[in-house]
Structure formats: structure tokens, C-alpha cells
């Protein structure tokens, strides 16, 4: 379509067969993304149009999207009430894979055909086709990655990995309990601990498809999976005489849910909440701080990115989650497809409670 239009519209540069980059230069200048203007339902003030893709120079990577997830956080974004928020107008989405297409004189460390992940705490926009970034907003990642697992592994696979990593020493054979576990963290943070021999003890919501969804986490490496209705049930009992009690707790719910991972926590265990899906305060038992010395910590990853930018932890992490991709020991995340044009579908599936897969949009169609 390119060459058709540089036909039209400059026959001259045409007859010179100019590359695709220059067509690029020329015409690339804004690309079709899902964008907003004020802050509000997303399904209401979501807009597909043709955004500026930003300015090239000597240190700029062009980068033709290919894929890009739409996660909570990129909700809560557009209805505003996420801490971090990028100027209005603004194209949705924080996460994605894309291929590089074109790097200016400057650029060191990546190369045309290259694979990329945006850093998903700069706020650049990932819904869209084409984008101009700079050379340190984006991570090289392998090539041949299937685009499911490339375009999601920057922001839940890495909530996992520094999870198990930053709060308690954990040695193969320790035990680890997590709530939310068939969330996109849990199930990645299932798999990262079983590849590093570490035991899980996961809790669910109840639902209609409950034994299911257990088989599906323990098909994953789950160790025990258990609905938080059955917490008080033998089943439990049985749980936890064949475990030793967890070093460490994991909360993305809050509530109710958060407050019952204290009584299986080991003394001077840690709980650290990263998430609240319940939206109730965490509540903590006076005598798990007074007779069992625990900690409570909070992560956010945004955050941790940020502190992170350039240090080679980062790029480490990103190499090491990759290689689990690659090893089989981190499987792609169970997507639903949407080409851009259908992203309003996309964001009404991103909507549905109990939904098995995330919502994945391919910049390709």
C-alpha cells in the first residue's frame, strides 16, 4: 500500500525504489491507534484515528507494532484512576511486542528486524501500528518468541519473577501461598516456582467450572489448588500437615481473602500485596505482628521499573523469564485474538468476569 501511495504521490522517488524506512519517514508520521481524550469508561471514550507516532532522530527506533495485550492496569488507566497517567490525547496500552524497522545514526544496541518490548512504565502507547521511541524505552528481546508470550512478558511473567525473588530467600522445597492464583501473575508465578522447585499452595474464587480451573492450574505446576469457601475444610487440614508453612504470601485480592493467608503464614514470614481486585483494605491479625513477627510489604512493579530503568537486573530478569519461554518451563498465556479495528470487542471482553483468556490485539491484521 506504501509503494501505491509513493506512486501517487511522488513518481519521482518511486522510479528511484526508494526502501520502505524512507516511505516510512515519509508518510509514518502518524499511525492508526486506539486512543482517548478524557478519562472515563473505555468502552465510551476509546476512539480508533490516526495519532502522531513521534518525532525521529539520531537516537529514535521505529517500530512496527505486532502485538499488544489489554491489561487491568491499562484500564484503570483510561478510567484514571491509575497513578500513573500519560498526557491527553494518549493512545492506550502500556505492553507489547514490535519489530524494528528503522534505528537512527546513534542507535547502538538494536538492529532492523530486531524484536522489542516497550518498558511498560513509560506510558508510550502500545495500541497502535507504528511508534517512534527512543533506543532506552524498549528491550531487545529474542526473536521466534510466540507472539503471545513476547507480547505479555514484561509486565505479569516479571510481577511473578520479582516477586519470589525480592522478599524472602526461598530454596527449592519451600513453600509459597498465594489468592488470585488463576490471575495472569498467578498462573505465571505457578510455573517460575515450579521451575525453580518451589512448592505452591494456590487459592481460588469459587465458580461454576471450579474443578476445571483446578486441574488447569495444576496442569501448570501448581502443587495444591483450593477454593477459599474450602480454606476451613479437611481438605486444607490435609494441605497444610503436608507442607512446611509458607515463607511467603502473596495478596492481589485484599479483604477477607488477604486476611486468611496470615493464619497459614510461617513466623517472620512476609505477606506482600501487589494487587486489591476485592477494592477492601488489607486487615492484619494483631497476633500474627505480635507472636508470629510477620511483615507486610506492598510491590508494584511500575514502580520497581522505574527505580530499574538501566540496571542490568532488569535486562537479567527479562533475559532469565525469557529463557523459561523458551525452555517450555513458561507457557504463552491462553489469548483471545482481536485484529485493531476490533479492539471495542476486545475491551468488552476484557470486561467479562471469569474470562479464561486475556485480550490480545494483533497490529498485523
Known sequence: MAARLLKVMHPELARKNVSFSNIWRL????????????????????????????KFGCNSVSVRMLAAPINPADINQIQGSYPLKPSLPAVGGNEGVGEVIETGKDVQNLNTGDQVILRSDQCLGSWCRHLVVSEDQVLKIPNGLPVEAAATVSVNPCTAFRLLKDFEDLQPGDTVIQNG??????????????????????????????????????????????????????????IVKNIQRPKLALNCVGGKSSMSLFRYLAPKGTMVTYGGMSRQPVTVPTGSLIFDDVNVRGFWMSKWN???????????????????????QLASPPCTKHALKDFKTAISEAFRPYSKTKQLLIMTE
Open 27 to 54: 508518510f509514518g508520521t502518524k499511525s492508526e491507534s486506539v486512543v482517548y481524550s478524557e478519562h472515563g469508561d473505555p468502552e465510551k471514550v476509546l476512539r480508533l484515528e490516526n495519532a502522531e507516532t513521534g
Open 306 to 328: 522505574n527505580e530499574h530503568q538501566k540496571d542490568a537486573i532488569k535486562l537479567n530478569m527479562v533475559e532469565e523469564v525469557c529463557q523459561l519461554v523458551q525452555n517450555g
Open 181 to 238: 492464583a488463576n490471575s495472569s501473575v498467578g498462573q505465571a508465578l505457578i510455573q517460575i516456582a515450579a521451575a525453580w522447585g518451589l512448592i505452591t499452595v494456590n487459592i481460588i474464587r469459587s465458580r461454576p467450572n471450579v474443578e476445571e480451573l483446578k486441574n488447569y492450574l495444576k496442569d501448570l505446576g501448581a502443587n495444591f489448588v483450593i477454593a477459599e469457601e474450602d480454606l476451613k475444610s479437611p481438605e486444607m487440614k490435609e
